[in-house]
């Protein structure tokens, strides 16, 4: 499968799933978690959903033939979903505090990916 109908893909299964997961959230969760607990369940959606529509930028960027740093830049933010969303979402719903050790590594994936993105636009001479 070519990258960038890969990371169209992705993007829009991550958000579709972000769409899923906020609505069980906010419906199926009320009243079972602690509101310390939504939230941390609605921050793990709303960074899945800014990051799946990232990978749908980063589709349309790598549909141009734009080289490795937008692909790289799309790897980073998904393994940002993985390791930022998924511990905050373990984190939520198990109440497992060692889950929390792993979200900021995901944080890092993030600004790594938008890094990439920027590095890229910078050397394209589209910034």
């Known amino acids: 499968m070519k990258s960038s109908r890969r990371f169209l893909f992705l993007g829009a299964l991550l958000g579709g799933l ?4 906020g609505a069980f959230g906010a419906h199926s969760l009320r009243g079972h978690l602690s509101e310390s607990m939504l939230e941390v369940f609605s921050t793990a959606t709303r ?3 800014y990051h799946a529509l990232a990978l749908l930028l980063i589709a349309r960027i790598g549909s141009t033939g734009a080289g490795r740093l937008p692909a790289a830049g799309g790897w980073c933010f998904l393994a940002g979903i993985v390791l ?3 511990s905050l979402y373990l984190l939520a719903l198990t109440g497992v505090r060692w889950f929390g050790f792993i979200t900021p590594f995901g944080g890092l994936s ?5 890094g990439l993105l ?10």
């Open 18 to 21: 972000a769409v899923m997961f």
């Open 47 to 49: 960074y899945q959903m």
């Open 84 to 86: 930022f969303s998924g």
């Open 110 to 114: 993030f600004i790594a990916g938008w």
């Open 118 to 127: 920027a590095l890229h636009a910078l050397r394209s001479g589209k910034a």
